[in-house]
């Protein structure tokens, strides 16, 4: 057991509901705060000298400087498992040609298969386990991470595997997008390859994840394939998630129907799409990175949560539509042009994002959740957003251990 602070502000997030608009005023701030962790958890948040006194023989990991305390951010949507660079992609998007033309060429998602499937196993850890210790630093200490640039049985499987044995600090939770596109070489249609997947992939995949994710879209595959897919996916056990109105609107509520952990994306989400996932237990998960790699509208997220959604941010990290990678900057900017309080913010990037995830003993600094946190170089926790991501957390723990 023992006793770390004294912070100037804790940022518990306690109290805060999963859904719906979060005035700032709903925040708890515990000033000069500390921390009992015992075995990697939280027993208790309070004031520091209270702590200390009530448990006068702790071991006590001071803190000298004056600090802000949050939880830990959670990345409940990344695609960190690559190779290459998608660098052309960007210069072509800039010059005019748009996203969907470039993959409908063969460049985009399918030139990323290509470098990822060349690349070796030993290669392809040493790339995502760089990626997944700089999130680290960055204050993020989960993450969730998609397959999706295999495309085959056997390539699937080995990224699936590669996601798994990372070693790293941070929790990582991983997710097979092996319906991401249909890949070139698969001879047949888009629904004929997701046959092949639901016979010859998902049941072999148990082991390896629970989570199933598609890209429902244009030149991806359409809202009827999609269903039976995720309905085949849930009967064999696994849970659900879908890329859903990114370009185009409809798939967001195929994502509410069949009861998915989260509907991603949302840039193109109508009224009444926003309505029907604001009335369901769906994480809608905002992307802003994809929006600003791709200069894309954002996700109407002041929208959904006046509507009462569970609104998430997450980065979408991948090679092509958001390269930047970095969470904290692309929620600060996506603040600013969607009027989002500190709250709703802070919340969707830690136990809102969790819920998407199924995870529910992490995102708050409260007893009984997992001791992971990150703190800041400031007294006001106001700061944090207002440096726009420039400020950078001075110290993360994970499960208790300062890293
Ligand atoms: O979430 N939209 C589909 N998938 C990713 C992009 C993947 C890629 O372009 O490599 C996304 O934006
Ligand atoms: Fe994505």
């Known amino acids: 057991m023992k006793l770390i602070g004294p912070f100037s502000q804790i940022l518990t997030l306690a109290h805060i509901d999963f859904k719906g608009s979060i005035p700032d005023q709903a925040l708890e701030v515990v000033k000069n705060g500390g921390v009992l962790v015992s075995n ?10 209270a702590l200390r006194r009530e448990n006068p023989l702790v071991e006590i990991e001071e803190i000298a400087h004056k600090s802000v305390l ?13 190779a290459g660079s998608r660098a052309m992609d960007f210069a072509e998007r800039n010059a005019g040609t748009s996203y969907l033309e470039i993959a409908e060429k063969g460049g985009g998602i399918w030139s990323t298969v290509s470098q990822t499937r060349n690349a070796i196993d030993e290669d392809l850890v040493t790339l995502t386990e760089n990626r997944v210790n700089n999130f680290l630093k960055k204050g993020i200490t989960t993450l969730e991470i998609k397959t999706g640039y295999g495309l085959s049985v056997e390539q699937e499987m080995r990224l699936l595997k590669i996601i798994n044995t990372l070693k790293t600090r941070s929790t990582v939770a991983s997710t097979c997008l092996a319906a991401h596109v249909k890949p070139r070489d ?6 004929e390859y997701l046959i092949h997947l639901e016979e010859n992939l998902l049941p072999k995949i148990k082991d390896l994840t629970n989570r199933i994710d598609i890209f429902t879209e244009k030149s991806a595959f359409g809202i ?8 085949n996916a849930l009967k064999l056990g696994f849970t659900i998630t879908v890329h859903a109105d990114q370009f185009t609107s409809g798939s967001s509520q195929m994502a509410v129907k069949l009861g998915a952990l989260s509907a991603d994306h949302l840039e193109a989400s109508t009224d009444e799409d926003i309505k029907i996932l604001s009335q369901s237990e769906t994480v809608a998960v ?15 997220a002041r929208k959904l949560l006046d509507a009462g959604a569970c609104l998430a941010i997450a980065s979408d990290f991948n090679p092509g539509s958001a390269p930047m990678g970095d969470l904290l900057t692309q929620a600060s900017i996506f603040a600013t042009f969607q009027k989002l309080t500190t709250a709703e913010v802070f919340s969707g990037l830690t ?7 199924n995870l529910y003993d992490i995102g708050k600094i409260g007893t009984g959740y997992k001791a992971d946190f990150q703190s800041y170089l400031t007294d006001d926790y106001r700061e944090i957003l207002y440096h726009q991501g420039q400020l950078k957390p001075c110290n993360v723990w994970k499960m208790g251990i300062l890293i």
């Open 40 to 49: 990697g958890h939280i027993l208790e948040v309070g004031n520091f000298d």
């Open 70 to 82: 949050l939880p830990g951010f959670v990345d409940c949507h990344t695609h960190t498992c690559f």
């Open 186 to 191: 698969y001879e047949g249609t888009a629904s």
């Open 224 to 231: 009827a394939e999609s269903t039976q897919y995720l309905q």
């Open 286 to 300: 905002a992307l802003p990175g994809a929006s600003l790699g791709l200069g894309e509208p954002f996700t109407p």
């Open 351 to 357: 136990f809102r994002a969790a819920k998407a995830l």
